[in-house]
């Protein structure tokens, strides 16, 4: 089947689209899209080297056929019967098939003036974008979302997202499939919301409707108050203070702030709160599990029995958190003489196909955190040390702390990483080990610890996961 070659920066940069594309893959109004099909069978004849076919394409070319003249492009660089085609002669035939109208070819055209041209195509950004309009109103999809992209970069023409906003409008109108629009649509939105941040105006759509939540908390006295889904973000401070207050606070401060989806929750013990955590995230299962963990640690390692939490629902808009207040010190939870407690680490290609806003992660991460301390001296002392092992069974370059320990203890922690790699190998086969690494703290783990990851780790798109292990 012939494949249209699509070429340039703006497809490169903003579509990930591989060089090729299925001539089905963005259909054109009927008339173009019935010439586009029939042009397209003679051209795979022609480039498998049917004598017949060679023929026809080149009276096709000097008979002035739109798609024909278009496909010379794709011919000269895979079909041996036209390797003799300069590229440009080629975009030469391509300017006549734009002159006709042919909407792939104003595409083609359009792209190369715009991103430089080149091999006789000028250079020429105004007249480019404007060959891309014709091209995205005459049913080319591709165009409109190579345009789009460029009217929110606004380096090789003047910033406008209204136009952006159009032409994003005319790619789903013509079917381009949201894989190829996420990239252009995330770039518009966020300089969209740049713009707006810095007072200008933007057209409507473009930036979600940002709400507000907060957390106001009383440490003296444990009075608290939330707000959420609040459009004006003073209101929403006011609102989570004045419940602070009409609970009894006499000391009420906002200790989380923060606008788009999301949730906060807060934890609390005793009826004047002797302890405290309060959390921020995602979604109301992981900031319960953290606000709970933090009060816990705060505790004494008992549960705390007050919480509660909000979320953000009445907004699509990432979240933002503006204001994160640090939690009261945690009291020293008992250990044993130089106890130290390990969160092991395993760092894997990304076989889990984790994504973040859009974009595929190099790696995932495997942890493990076994709840047995490893006694090393001084670790009561120190806030955290931390070794690293690299996948020749060296010590990292970032061990601050690996020279104080000794070397049979830098044996046995060594054996700790291995067998914990060599499990996370056999448990997910799939893994293609990027390094093993342990971060070693006097903070005990606790069942509460291992729920509040294993939580995190279930978010969709997570790119971690949380390995049942012990100490061997």
Not at 427 to 449: F, H, K, M, Q
């Amino acid at each position: 089947m012939f494949r249209h070659f699509i070429t340039g920066i703006y497809a490169a940069t903003f579509l990930s689209l591989s060089t090729t594309l299925p001539a089905a893959a963005d259909d054109l109004p009927g008339f173009w899209q019935q010439q586009r099909d029939a042009g397209n069978a003679l051209t795979d004849r022609a480039c498998d080297g049917e004598t017949a076919a060679i023929r026809q394409v080149w009276e096709g070319v000097e008979g002035g056929d739109p798609v024909l003249l278009n496909n010379m492009n794709w011919l000269r660089k895979r079909c041996k019967a036209f390797l003799s085609v300069s590229r440009a002669e080629a975009m030469g035939y391509v300017r006549q098939s734009a002159e006709l109208g042919y909407p792939v070819a104003l595409k083609v055209y359009g792209e190369a003036m715009l991103t430089g041209g080149g091999d006789g195509v000028p250079d020429d950004p105004e007249a480019g974008a404007a060959m891309l309009g014709r091209a995205a109103r005459g049913g080319f999809g591709e165009a409109a979302v190579i345009l789009a992209a460029a009217y929110a970069d606004g380096r090789r023409v003047p910033r406008d997202l209204a136009k952006a906003a159009e032409m994003l409008a005319i790619a789903e109108d013509e079917g381009v499939k949201a894989s190829e629009l996420r990239l252009v649509r995330g770039k518009v939105r966020r300089i969209a919301e740049t713009e707006q941040a810095r007072g200008n105006a933007v057209p409507e759509g473009l930036v979600a409707a940002r709400q507000f939540a907060a957390l106001a908390v009383s440490i003296s006295d444990g009075g608290f108050g939330f707000a959420h889904d609040f459009p004006d973000p003073a209101e929403a401070r006011a609102r989570a203070q004045g419940e602070c207050e009409a609970r009894g606070g006499e000391d009420c401060q906002i200790k989380l702030f923060g606008s788009g989806k999301g949730c906060m929750a807060y934890h609390y013990a005793g009826g004047s709160a002797t302890a405290h955590g309060w959390a921020v995230g995602a979604t109301r299962s992981a900031v319960e599990g953290r606000a709970a963990q933090e009060c816990r640690k705060r505790n004494g390692g008992s549960a705390c029995g007050g919480s509660a939490w909000v979320c953000n629902d009445r907004t699509e808009a990432p979240m933002d958190v503006l204001l994160r207040a640090p939690m009261p010190e945690a009291s020293a939870a008992p250990v044993a003489e130089g106890g130290c407690y390990a969160r092991l680490m395993q760092f894997c290609s990304n076989f889990l196909n984790a994504t973040y806003d859009g974009q595929k992660l190099s790696s995932v991460t495997i942890h493990g955190l076994p709840k047995q301390p490893i006694a090393l001296e001084g670790c009561g002392t120190d806030r955290a040390k931390e070794v690293n092992l690299d996948e020749g069974g060296n010590w990292g370059k970032r061990n601050r702390h690996a020279g104080a320990i000794s070397d049979a203890k830098r044996a046995e922690i060594t054996g700790v990483m291995r067998d914990f790699r060599s499990k996370v190998l056999a448990a997910y086969p799939r893994c293609e080990s990027r390094g093993t690494r342990v971060l070693l703290r006097t903070n005990p783990i606790t069942d509460e610890t291992i729920r509040a990851w294993k939580e995190d780790a279930s978010e969709p798109n997570s790119a971690m996961r949380v390995l049942d292990y012990a100490l061997p």
